[in-house]
């Protein structure tokens, strides 16, 4: 009996050495050469791409020092809520104290907060808080029918393939990231004013009505859109995924 | 051991020592197993999750309504006709409460906003995955006995394509998938067959290689298959990883098998001027031309900024020959006549200008390593078994050589692989999305031996391939008809007569769509004979002018001659026609005062319509829809009219809104708008 007892000590003792044998050794991790003691974005941040995408463009972050010159080798780690994906997770800034990551989003549509962290000499961290967008089927609906029936008026930024028209016209149009003013209208007043144009909500007729040229549904998915893009955020509008 | 051995006799002499004992200690164990089953039932997974769930719920101002809603017990939906199972809605109980907006753990929360109803579609329809297990792991993970995985996120779109074959306005990365499959020539090798019957069609236009020597050196084809994308950043060419030999080799047997294009027809293009002509002329012909809408050109900032129709053009002085060049400006179709081109009616003056602008746009650095010697025999025939094996005839004609058939495998059911059946590389998870975006990311990494080249797709490509691929799944081929939704037939329309050869000859179809053929880049022309009068579109053909001056991209002038103009007006005015209305049920002026004031009323208040439009150029700015300072004379006054009343039914898809508007005010609007002549707009105000 104790030998049956000895046989299955020894064989639980080598089942958890060999569980403890899986784990990566430490030390091959990064190991930081610099260290600075601001940490800025660069370039990358609130994009807007679909749920469980990469991102267009890489989030690109740099590293400071005291006099605002740029750190060669410190280390950044990104972090988020754990559906997100970074590639790489971590690295060392390059030689002009920067360091890129591609984004991939999580499954849900939302706004996303990540952090970038860095340490100083002092072994204090320092956070930078960084937010994308991440569109799902309803807010992409929404996007798209956004750039072509919108945009044009209520994006004032021109591009050459998109000439904005927001200089040209004599009352401007709200653009779609400013909370103050669209969070304050509910979903009735948005759909009232999309359906049967600016006079509807006694605003001015510059803007159309599209109650005929869109369907409920879309009108629907433009509103999900355009609660999603405010800034400040709208309150009632879907969760904000955050690391815990 | 002789201890043990009396314990064990002794505890059998306790349980089993009397019948009575024995059978009670029997029933005991009957019991016990019997309630085994039981007792797995009542602790298994999702007995657990709606026990969480309603103590979830308990807490909330909407107990009631989502406690009438919960329905205890394993749920199910049963779709026979798609072979579907699900019993996912077990445990993932608040799909459909919308007022569990703010719950984000899983498997509570509420599902996304989707076109369609879940109780009509199930889950695995969409998600993959065990529909019919009850236990977490087998239902989402591949486990011993399941194949089926649940699908990631990133490449849901994927399970839309398995029954819409068209592009669908919420699927974006769908949509780029299946185009890049076809721009980047990926089904010239891999057949992919639809449901309909018929094959994918590759839209990479590959030149063909049966004349390459008329067009471009030795030096530069060992260079370009080399490295494609270190003469052109866009190229779709994907690099092949060859040896320098290698290139040699292929190199030579091009030039080798390359014979003249019938005709002299170098000679044609002119020969060169002495004198160098003002390069900023060149440039600015290029502009004037519109080249840019179709030819990219990198600038220094290293964006890529034109039109991906033709090639890009950033180091085309490289590549092309002089003379070969002149030939090409003075007519494309004869090189290649089934070119994107359109055939510019190009004065010589003008050729020279162009060429040598273009002749200078060149990387010094390009072939300035490449020094071949004379190739020998032994060389070409080891080039021409290179590009057999290659399978370079796939994407490009080379006379002598046919296009292989079956060439790669076959992708038509790449989506529902079995994992069995996959060799994944070490470290790999293996689940199928990773191995079909290992093979787009690194072909060769599968193996040394393996021809699929190296493509240069950025991460967001290979997620959009990925997800086309994964839509080609063994239910996209099994489908019952009535439950797909198919993309509409391919046009191959063509306009008939010597019109149609014109049309053929300017390309129209690069930019315009005519009857379901042809490009987006430009109007649709379908309609264009109800739309347009006829002066007004001779005129515009003759000398094209600015409609839309936000564009960057539009309308060449192609210099044509007055007898093609009259051929192409009589065409469009005659066949272009909508069945809609008669083109001629209103007059074209000739409209009462009265009206014309209420129609400027109407424009400027009611519709607001400069908003988008101008029609007086010093107060209005709207720059969205074209010019309306000569719409009395462009349009007929029926086709606005009823364009008015609503846009979409004469050409789908426009963004001019729908107005609903009542026929007295179409009608005021359209007597404002005939009143704005080219030259009669001073008269309108009288």
């Known amino acids: 009996m104790s030998r049956l007892l000895l046989a299955l000590f020894a064989v639980s003792v080598i089942l958890a050495n060999a569980g403890c044998a899986r784990k990566p050794a430490p030390g091959t991790a990064l190991k930081a050469t610099g260290f600075g003691s601001a940490l800025v974005e660069s370039s990358g941040s609130k994009q807007i791409g679909a749920t469980g995408t990469v991102l267009s463009q890489p989030l690109v972050v ?47 549509a939302g706004r996303y907060r990540l952090t970038a962290s860095t340490l100083t000499k002092a072994q204090k961290k320092i956070d930078l808080k960084i937010e994308e967008i991440a569109l799902g089927y309803q ?32 009352v401007k149009p709200h653009p779609f990231t400013e909370g103050d003013t669209l969070n304050k209208m509910s979903d009735a007043d948005l759909t009232a004013i999309i359906s049967h144009g600016g006079p509807a909500l006694n605003k001015s007729a510059l803007m159309p009505p599209y109650g005929y040229t869109l369907s409920k ?26 690391q815990k | 051991m002789q201890s043990s051995r009396n314990t064990l006799s002794s505890l059998w002499q306790t349980l089993f020592g009397d019948p009575i004992r024995a059978f009670g200690v029997v029933s005991l164990l009957l019991l016990i197993s019997l309630a085994i089953a039981p007792a797995k039932n009542h602790f298994s997974d999702w007995r657990h999750y709606q026990k969480q769930y309603l103590t979830l719920i308990r807490s909330r101002g909407e107990a009631i309504a989502l406690q009438r809603h919960f329905k205890d017990g394993i749920q199910q939906i049963w779709l026979p006709e798609l072979g579907v199972v699900d019993r996912c809605t077990t445990c993932h109980v608040g799909l459909k409460e919308a007022s569990l907006v703010d719950v984000s753990t899983q498997p509570f929360r509420r599902h996304p906003a989707i076109p369609h109803p879940i109780d009509q579609f199930g889950c695995v329809m969409c998600h993959r995955g065990q529909g019919a ?80 020597a008329d067009k471009t050196t030795r030096e530069w084809i060992y260079a370009w298959l080399k490295d494609p994308q270190a003469y052109a950043v866009s190229a779709t060419m994907p690099n092949f990883k060859l040896s320098d030999p290698d290139a040699r080799d292929i190199s030579a047997f091009l030039i080798a098998n390359s014979t003249p294009v019938p005709g002299d027809t170098l000679s044609a293009g002119g020969t060169a001027q002495k004198t160098p002509p003002d390069p900023t002329a060149g440039a600015s012909l290029y502009g004037e031309s519109f080249c840019a809408s179709c030819h990219a050109v990198q600038n220094a900032a290293g964006n890529i900024v034109g039109g991906d129709i033709g090639p890009e053009l950033t180091r085309i002085g490289n590549k092309v020959k002089p003379e070969w060049l002149r030939a090409w400006l003075r007519n494309p179709r004869i090189y290649d006549r089934e070119t994107a081109m359109p055939h510019y009616r190009f004065t010589d003056q003008q050729i020279s200008l162009l060429s040598v602008f273009l002749q200078n746009k060149a990387d010094s650095d390009l072939l300035a390593n490449v020094h071949l010697d004379a190739p020998t025999p032994e060389q070409i025939a080891h080039g021409k078994t290179l590009v057999t094996e290659y399978g370079c005839a796939s994407c490009h004609e080379i006379s002598g050589i046919k296009k292989p058939e079956n060439f790669a495998p076959e992708l038509t059911h790449i989506g529902s692989k079995p994992i069995t059946q996959l060799i994944f590389l070490p470290g790999m998870s293996h689940v199928l999305p990773d191995y079909i975006s290992a093979k787009i990311r690194q072909p060769r990494s599968f ?48 306009a008939a007569g010597k019109a149609g050869r014109l049309i053929d000859d ?67 005015m005659t066949v272009y026609q ?11 002026s000739g409209y009462p005062p009265a009206q014309v004031e209420q129609g400027k009323q109407l424009f400027y208040s009611k519709y607001a319509c400069q908003s988008c439009h101008i029609v007086d150029t010093k107060t209005d700015k709207g720059y969205i829809g074209p010019t309306l300072t000569q719409v009395g004379s462009r349009l007929n006054a029926a086709w606005i009219c009823h364009w008015l009343k609503n846009p979409q039914a004469l050409r789908p898809g426009t963004i001019e809104p729908n107005r609903n508007m009542s026929d007295e005010d179409a009608r005021a609007l359209t007597a404002f708008m005939m009143t704005q002549k080219s030259s009669g707009r001073q008269g309108a105000k009288k």
């Open chain 2, 578 to 588: 909508s069945p809609a209305f008669d083109r001629d049920s209103m007059p074209p």
């Open chain 1, 62 to 108: 740099q590293v400071n020092d005291d006099q605002g010159n740029a750190v060669t080798g410190a280390l950044v780690e990104f972090s988020g809520p754990a559906s997100v994906r970074f590639d790489p997770s971590a690295g060392l800034t390059d030689s002009s104290g920067q360091l890129s990551t591609n984004v991939t989003l999580g499954s849900m």
């Open chain 2, 133 to 212: 297990a009850t236990i977490v792991e087998e239902a989402h993970s591949s486990t011993l006995a399941w194949e089926q995985p649940i699908l990631p996120a990133r490449y849901v779109e994927s399970s839309c394509g398995q029954c819409h074959r068209a592009p669908l306005t919420g699927t974006p990365q769908l949509n780029l998938g299946r185009h890049l499959l076809a721009r980047y020539g990926c089904v010239n090798c891999h057949t992919v067959k639809l449901p309909d019957g018929g094959s994918m069609r590759a839209t990479d236009d590959a030149p063909s290689l049966s004349h390459v």
């Open chain 1, 217 to 242: 549904t879309e009108i629907q998915a433009l509103i999900s859109y355009i609660r999603l893009v405010s800034d400040p955020p709208y309150q009632a509008s879907g969760t904000v995924y955050a």
């Open chain 2, 506 to 572: 300017l390309a129209c179809f690069s930019c315009h769509t005519i009857n379901g053929r042809g490009g987006d880049m430009a109007p649709d022309l379908t309609w264009e004979g109800s739309s347009v009068q006829r002066q007004w579109l001779k005129d515009f053909l003759k000398n094209p002018n600015t409609l839309r001056p936000a564009l960057i991209r539009r309308m060449p002038k192609f210099n044509l001659s007055d007898s093609d103009i009259t051929e192409l007006t009589d065409y469009i």
């Open chain 1, 139 to 170: 807010q992409q609906v929404g996007y798209q029918l956004g750039e072509k029936f919108c945009a044009r008026c209520h994006n004032p930024e021109s591009t050459p393939e998109r000439v904005s028209n927001f200089d040209n016209l004599e």
């Open chain 2, 447 to 494: 193996g040394l031996a393996l021809k699929m080249p190296q493509y240069s797709f950025t991460p967001a490509q290979v997620d959009a391939l990925t997800t086309a691929l994964l839509s080609l799944t063994d239910r996209t081929q099994s489908l019952p008809p009535p439950l797909t939704v198919p993309a509409p037939p391919p046009s191959n329309y063509r």
